[in-house]
């Protein structure tokens, strides 16, 4: 039975391309790591999910027809799975122990997700990366990193962006947007306020799971946050 506090961090994949807008950027990848390993630091057990935009995106792969919507979202999959590598390998090179499991079978390169697995993983100290969202097509990395959370009886799910928070409109370009400190799941799925899907949020809602969006790029937020201070982001929970 697990005693320590124990989170599943969610990164976009586009939030690992930085000012490139493609593929990976090795200084945020360090950035990360070490946020990370500062947690472990701290006796946090920490899953990871990170999404794939930053490779390739399902819905813009099959857009014009000629790809298939499952076969888009498959490709999507195996972009996650490119990121959990890099995000292992950063890991590893600042000194955290990490395994990287996939909803899809790859042996050569990660092990196949079995929650007992993931579970033993968390409790012996090591981050555990999960890849290829839920394993299957017309499901988005939101809704693996809730249905992941659950599985692994985490405490909360914390969505890292780049922005400190739950706007009612791009903070990035109105700059009259309104900040939510705190939501209830169902001003969530408002059409609105884009937090995570609505499929991911009922998952949540029904499981009485926290989701916290803050910034990922201030340095110990999410230490900050699991501590218990909520200043710097906005918490989605019941009412």
């Known amino acids: 039975m697990k005693s320590r506090k124990r989170v599943l961090v969610k990164f976009s994949g586009e939030a690992l391309a930085g ?8 200084s945020i990848l360090k950035f990360i790591a070490n946020e990370i390993k500062i947690l472990i630091a701290n006796d946090i057990e ?14 813009s792969a099959a857009k014009d027809g000629i790809i298939k919507r499952s076969s888009g979202d498959y490709m999507g999959m195996l972009s996650t799975v490119i990121n959990s590598i890099a995000m292992q390998e950063a890991l ?17 390169i990660c092990e196949t997700f079995i929650v007992r697995r993931a579970k ?63 939501l209830t799941y169902e001003m969530a799925m ?3 306020i884009k937090v995570m899907d609505d499929t991911s949020i009922a998952l949540a809602k029904d499981n009485n799971l926290p989701i ?8 110990e937020n999410l230490l900050n946050i699991i501590e218990g201070d909520y200043q710097n982001c906005s918490i989605v929970q019941k009412a």
């Open 46 to 59: 920490i899953g990871i999910v990170i999404g794939g935009g930053n490779i390739i995106r399902g819905v």
């Open 92 to 108: 590893e090179h600042v000194g955290v122990d990490v395994r990287v499991q996939s909803a899809i079978k790859m042996e050569a």
């Open 19 to 26: 000012t490139n807008g493609f593929g990976i950027d090795t």
């Open 120 to 182: 033993r993983h968390l409790e012996k100290g090591r981050v555990v990366i999960f890849a290829a969202g839920t394993g299957n097509p017309f499901f988005t990395t939101d809704t693996a990193a809730t249905l992941r959370a659950v599985e692994i009886d985490a405490d909360m799910i914390i969505k890292a962006t780049k922005v400190d928070g739950v706007y009612d409109k791009d903070p990035n370009v109105f700059l009259d947007a309104v900040k939510y400190d705190k």
């Open 190 to 192: 408002d059409d609105n």
């Open 212 to 219: 916290i969006v803050c910034n990922m790029f201030e340095k």
